[in-house]
């Protein structure tokens, strides 16, 4: 875990103290130790030996330029799911080759800027339909180009057990990727089509697997599939297999698989399935960036009633949607000392939101309320599911190398806030 306290019991993120942000940029705010995520995603990378591979960042899990332009430093392409994605990992320097792009809706101008990024335009658009398929092939043809595809199929594993329901995406219910069964028409289709180049097949069953089977459960779908259809011809185009993200973190219920393990385990059953000529790509956001990040927040007001003893905190769902969208437990320590070293008791902490879901969750700290707390493991899926819900402004961005704070963002003011929704829909 990077986070440690000095000998006075302050609270550093890498060598970062935290209590500096409190003064300035203030509170609430996510802190980002860069230095860590570098640390991630070489270690990653480094995984795969001299095998062919691409690690993919998934800017989903954090979008912020410094963060994207440190993984990118070690090598990584990217896994976008927007126009606006892609646009982000371009200005990140990015090369287009290395980067794919996921969606069951994208419009015909996210497509076409695909497509037309750098000499040959991306290096894979993922189809997630057979119905998909012709739209892409269009816009190709209109831009005279023949585009990269791969099939981001579906594997049907049940996951329930794996993951939380709101991020399994690889069983039949599910809206992502072509179903199984019909995996070879979309294979068929590309191949038929002098606009698509098939590149790649991939599978994506979801998020923070906390164990190897699940993950490879998937992968093997993929690879079998893999193996049927070169059993069918050569497929000459053919460069990688994608076994997707959802290498998952410690939030506090135990250390899970390192990503390096998924990796590993993944590329050896590759090469049990006869397909060690492929590169492996793998789409990784949360465990590159998760626990390098924290949320910073002043405590506001203590309440005692006879349900709980609430801590009023100045973060709330709105900052860090994942406790309330998919009862996420993050952990909560005080920034000044540690809780352990003074008398503790449970606190319901709950942020200012007018929403009974705004709610943290229970935490052991100390009886007399701190000033200020971390929310640990903000840095994915933190602040870019951030929203100005209640007319909060979206909290800063603090990103620290070498225990500094090199750079940080701007909070918008409740002025502006307030003076743009006045004025929304006068003429
Ligand atoms: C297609 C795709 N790839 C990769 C990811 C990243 O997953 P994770 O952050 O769990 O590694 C996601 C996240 O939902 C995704 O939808």
Redesign the pocket.
Known sequence: MPLTRDASGALLLGSLPLQEVLSAPGTPAYVYDLDGIATAARQLDQAFGAAPHLVCY?V??NTAGAVVRSIAAQGCGA?V?SGAELLVALACGIEPDRIVY?GVAKRNDEIDRAIACGARGIGAI?IESVEEIARIQARARAAGTKARVSV?VNPNVDLTEATHAH?A?GHDEAK?GVPLDDAFDAVRLVGESPDLMLVGLGV?A???FTSLEPYLESARVLLHLVKDLRALGPFSGLRFVDT????GVDYGQGASPAPADFVRAARQEQEAHGLGDLALYV?????LVAAHGVLVARVIQSKVTTAARWLMIDAGMNDLVRPALYQARHRIVPLDRDAADVESVAWRVVGPVCESSDDFGEHLLPRAPPAAVAILDAG??GYTMASEYNGRPLPVEVFARGGKIVSKTERGTVEAWASERARAGEG
């Not at 789409?283 to 465990?287: A, I, Q, Y």
């Open positions: 998934a989903k899990a896994d799911v996921s993922q981001r991020i995406t992502f994506h979801g998020s923070q997707g993200g959802g290498f789409e990784p956001g949360r465990s994915a899926y």
